[in-house]
């Protein structure tokens, strides 16, 4: 934060003030005037509230440029409350202070949730619930201002008395308002629309009146505001009767709907700024400033959009909210009498024109026309029609579990296995020679790779197990690959414990692979077995691998040996047994290895790296080398394993230039090497072994390209 304030950030509070003044002081209005003679107590509610709001909220660095005061939303919400204390017997001086208590406990809830870092589970309220509570919020605001206005009490039978007597000039003034703050800001883009309306409003008020020389009532404007030193901290004598059934369950109400509304604000400034907020500090801000507004007769608020933006656009940043909140102190001190010159019939139309264009979501009705979307109108729709006509807290509660029941049908619905292979489509890296190849190709159907993804919940268990139940009664190997899996609950560990149990009654195996710590199973999915049912009678093992190729590699040296077949991968071979060598004649295999030099490894050791300027091609006759292609500092990705009897190298051999990829042994290692001064040698002593030589590499590129076009198509999947 600034040591100093800019010149933006006066501007930014002036600005801010300017939006928020109407704002502010027609919420409080309309909160109160039911309930007191004089709107103005009402309106120094609002300014109350924005002070407080914005004073904190600057102070605690959470959101840059936002201001703070009472809103829509929160206004409904203590509106609500109101109602309940009321039918209870509650009036006057009790209503008052039930009223600032519930706002009190809703400030400090507010802080506990910021502190609690609660701020990130109120962004995932679905928003359909929102925009159903908005919408139900907008049109309890405009029938309370509809009732406040007494248009309801109108005989249509008898419309003539009333324009006679002058009683539609409130009516006007509000639809002129309401006009000014929708047309003027397309022309006067500087001056905000609440700003226009106010004066325009004002202006049409008074200017009716004076033509119909028309007396009006006191109690069509707000009146002079008290004097700052008539505003007293508001304390509860005793608590003995105070309605905590009612205050309770709307303090953490209101305290999770100012959250959300700041934590938008917030989400609106951070692109207006480039900044990023921190939610800790703005809750924590935010409840102060509800906690102090409830000790001064303040009314319920959050983080204000429209005025943000105003104040980030005229160059607010971290002290816009500060001056804000100084320029409104400024005008209760100031501009007092002023006040009496403000009609509610203006106040009003700021509030339609809030309600209508700012939270109706006029697109609920477009969403029921796709078929995607219905489900989500369907829930908007039910929010709405509790709001208005039974409870809003119950009405997000109802949105909520509707929310709920989608998300499950979606997870239910959605595929759990995104591919299911045998290993004629996913080999392994490892080289292995062409009778194990052909061998594994003839039995590829007893091994079988399922890539799952999403959830393994209670909702997906039994469609995943009808999926996999053919494949259950045969001596097959299963490998799942947990890659995609977002979480497992116990329902379906126990489902995995229940396969595992039949393939091994089969003679088969069931083989976990990319298992991450944190999703309902531990990296060695035999323990989490083990802990979910430790007198489970199965003492078969449970293989888990760290990643899908050492789980394949696993699975076909398994198949190889109950095929009666040795990997050999651990016993030294001869050149003649090779797959470059094999069946080549003795005087050619004599040329080829009198020109090729040994090389030792030891296990861990580097052989060659990406980039390297080479031309040698290399044959392995004992050990392992892995070939890894490096990337992003210290990660690599295996391309291919070599054992006893494979050779690698053949493309900078047949082209000389950089390496592709890196060599290291898995374990001690012997090799012999070619390079391309020794091959030149063999062309001289031998032509017909160094021709034969490059058919057999041409053909194993051949073979080695198709594999990697099979890949490729097998990851794009």
């Not at 209760?332 to 009498?337: A, E, R």
């Not at 060695?524 to 093992?541: D, E, F, M, W």
Request: hydrophobic share 50%; with cysteine.
């Amino acid at each position: 934060m600034p040591k100093h304030p800019t010149k933006g950030d006066i501007w930014g509070g002036l600005s801010a003030s300017a939006v928020m003044l109407p704002q502010a002081s027609a919420f409080g209005i309309a909160l109160w005037a039911p309930y007191s003679q004089n709107p103005a107590t009402g309106a120094v509610a609002g300014l109350i509230t924005a002070i407080a709001l914005s004073f904190f909220s600057g102070l605690s660095r959470g959101t840059t440029g936002m201001v703070s005061s009472p809103t829509g939303p929160t206004m409904v919400l203590v509106a609500g409350a109101l109602v309940s204390l009321n039918s209870r017997g509650f009036t006057g001086t009790e209503l008052f202070i039930n009223i600032a208590l519930m706002l009190f406990i809703s400030g400090f809830m507010q802080i506990l949730i910021g502190l609690s870092n609660g701020g990130r589970l109120i962004k995932f309220i679905p928003y359909p619930v929102i925009a159903g509570f908005m919408t139900g919020s907008a049109i309890l605001m405009i029938n309370s201002q509809i009732k406040m206005l007494d248009l309801l009490s109108i005989d249509f039978q008898a419309l003539h008395i009333i324009w006679q007597e002058t009683q539609w000039i409130p009516w006007l003034t509000a639809l002129i308002t309401f006009l000014s703050m929708s047309i003027l800001p397309r022309i006067l883009p500087v001056i905000p629309g609440t700003v226009s309306g106010l004066i325009t409003g004002t202006l049409a008020f008074h200017l009716l009146n004076k033509l119909n020389t028309f007396e009006y009532p006191a109690q069509w404007v707000v009146g002079r505001l008290p004097d700052i030193t008539s505003i007293q901290i508001i304390m509860p004598a005793s608590l003995d009767h105070v309605p905590w059934l009612i205050i309770l369950p709307i303090s953490f109400a209101l305290a999770v709907l100012s959250s959300l509304d700041s934590l938008l604000t917030s989400v609106v400034a951070d692109v207006a700024t480039t900044d990023r907020h921190n939610a800790k500090r703005e809750l924590a801000g935010q409840g102060l400033g509800q906690m102090f507004a409830a000790l001064f007769g303040g009314i319920a608020g959050a983080g204000t959009t429209g005025a943000t933006i105003v104040a980030i656009k005229s160059g607010g940043r971290f002290w816009a909210a500060i001056f804000s909140a100084l320029t409104f102190i400024l005008i209760i001190v100031v501009m007092g009498p002023v006040a009496s010159l403000l009609p509610i019939s203006v106040l009003a139309g700021i509030i339609f024109h809030v309600a209508i264009m700012g939270m109706l979501e006029r697109d609920i009705l477009l969403w029921l026309k796709n078929p995607r979307n219905r489900m989500d109108a369907i829930t908007a729709l039910l929010v709405t029609s509790v709001t208005v006509a039974y409870d809003l807290m119950i009405a997000v509660g109802i949105g909520l579990v509707l929310a709920i029941f989608q998300f499950v049908r979606a997870q239910i619905l959605s595929p759990v296995i995104h591919r299911r292979s045998t290993i004629s489509q996913h080999p392994s890296l490892r080289r292995r020679n062409k009778e194990h190849r052909t061998l594994l190709k003839e039995h590829a159907e007893d091994i079988l790779i399922y890539e799952l993804k999403g959830n393994l919940f209670f909702g997906t268990v039994d469609k995943l197990f009808e999926e996999f139940n053919s494949d259950l009664n045969r001596p097959v190997q299963i490998i799942i690959d947990m890659a995609r899996v977002q979480q497992v609950d116990l329902t379906a560990v126990k489902m995995l414990q229940q396969m595992a149990d039949r393939l091994h009654k089969v003679n088969g195996e069931l083989i976990f692979t990319n298992v991450r710590k944190g999703k309902g199973l531990n990296k060695k999915v035999a323990k989490t077995l083990r802990q979910i049912s430790p007198h489970h009678s199965g003492n078969y093992p449970v293989h888990t691998f760290i990643d899908v190729d050492e789980a394949i590699e696993y699975a076909e040296n398994k198949l190889l040996e109950s095929l009666g077949q040795e990997s050999k991968t651990s016993e030294k071979i001869e050149l003649t047994d090779s797959e470059l060598c094999h069946g080549l004649d003795a005087d050619t295999l004599k040329t080829l290895q009198s020109n090729m030099v040994p090389v030792s490894l030891k296990s861990g050791e580097t052989l060659f790296k990406a980039n390297d300027i080479a031309t040698e091609l290399f044959v392995v006759l004992e050990g392992e080398i892995d070939i890894l292609l490096p990337f992003g500092g210290h990660r690599y990705k295996r391309l291919a394993k070599f054992g006893a009897g494979a050779f690698f190298g053949e493309i900078v051999f047949l082209k000389p230039g950089p390496r592709t990829a890196d060599a290291k042994a898995i374990k001690d290692t012997e090799l012999l090497m070619l390079d391309g001064k020794a091959f030149g040698k063999l062309k001289e002593q031998n032509p017909q072994a160094a021709i034969e030589l490059i058919l057999r590499l041409g053909r194993e590129l051949s073979d080695r390209l198709r594999w990697s076009d099979t890949e490729l198509r097998r990851l794009s999947d």
